[in-house]
């Protein structure tokens, strides 16, 4: 979802500029090849095949441990607390997704155990609407299945546990941050890294408007403004810090530790927050449909970002 903060006087021209920018999509149904080949080679990345995911190790059934909240020990097997680990690490997954990358594609298991969370309190189901007439199921942690993560330390320090559906008209574009991990980091661990943990926007927001506040008038300098966001991994630019869906925090041999910043972009953004959030250096991950919008919008302000295939 486009998130950022600090609002700036320049929004009112980039209205009048959006729309401007929208009467003209419907006379470029057709554009030459020429220009194609232009745009093309503008941007860093166009749509590029990405390699599949890698499968993750899915522990065996009979593989069991015991964690404990309190007085209560809960039984369950080790996939069912890497699920729960994922669920707190993304806040929403879809079922589909699940089985597919926590499952190795095996839906009866992932039915069969999710089924077993939401019975011990752990996972809250939801069919949400993505669309006018289709459904998905959903699942995320409930407060008791947060508590038992954190109190068993089964998830590395620092990262952050969610839990529950905070929002659900924005449940769908926020479950597909899932996917998007699991793409982005096969590229990581193919270059030999390793993912430490992950941030989403709502704890990069959080963060980056907890120093802002602390910096008092300092806060409008924007040489302050630039250490705050570079103390999180982000960029300021234009009186803004642009806040990406989803951070991967990853450390790489000899090379310490690094951070990449992803977006999902979708049809629904204005010019000027993905211009800016190329500008920060986002990687875009796009669906087909509004690949072609992101990347017009980008080449008319001659900017590239790498923009990849979800």
């Known amino acids: 979802m486009a998130r950022d903060f600090s609002p700036n006087v320049d929004d009112f021209r980039e209205a009048v500029r959006e729309v401007r920018e929208k009467s003209q999509e419907s006379s470029r149904s057709a554009p030459a090849h020429d220009s194609k080949q232009r745009d093309e080679d503008r941007t860093l990345s166009r749509l590029p095949e990405v390699q599949k995911s890698r499968p993750r190790d899915v522990p065996p059934e009979e593989a069991r441990t015991v964690l404990y909240d309190r007085y209560r020990a809960y039984d369950l097997r080790e996939s069912e607390v890497q699920t729960l680990t994922d669920l707190g690490k993304f806040r929403v997954i879809g079922a589909d997704d699940l089985a597919r990358f926590g499952y190795d594609g095996d839906k009866g298991r992932t039915e069969q155990e999710a089924t077993n969370l939401i019975r011990q309190g752990l996972v809250e189901e939801k069919r949400v609407e993505v669309s006018l007439s289709k459904t998905t199921k959903m699942y995320t942690l409930t407060k008791t299945g947060r508590s038992l993560l954190l109190k068993s330390r089964s998830v590395a320090r620092g990262q952050e546990i969610y839990s529950g559906f905070v929002k659900p008209k924005e449940a769908k574009h926020d479950s597909e941050l899932y996917r998007l991990y699991q793409k982005e980091s096969s590229r990581i661990e193919a270059r030999g890294g390793r993912v430490r943990r992950i941030v989403l926007d709502y704890e990069l927001k959080k963060k980056a408007n907890r120093d802002l506040l602390r910096l008092g008038r300092e806060k409008d300098d924007p040489a302050r403004e630039q250490e705050v966001a570079e103390r999180h991994g982000l960029r300021a630019v234009h009186g803004r810090i642009p806040v990406p869906d989803l951070q991967i925090e990853y450390e ?59």
């Open 252 to 310: 790489m041999p000899e090379q310490g530790i690094a951070r990449v910043n992803l977006e999902l972009t979708t049809g629904d953004y204005r010019p000027r927050q993905l211009a800016d959030k190329a500008r920060v250096g986002f990687t875009m991950y796009s669906h087909g449909d509004d690949a072609s919008r992101v990347h017009r919008i980008l080449n008319d302000r001659e900017l590239t970002a790498e923009i990849l295939s979800l």
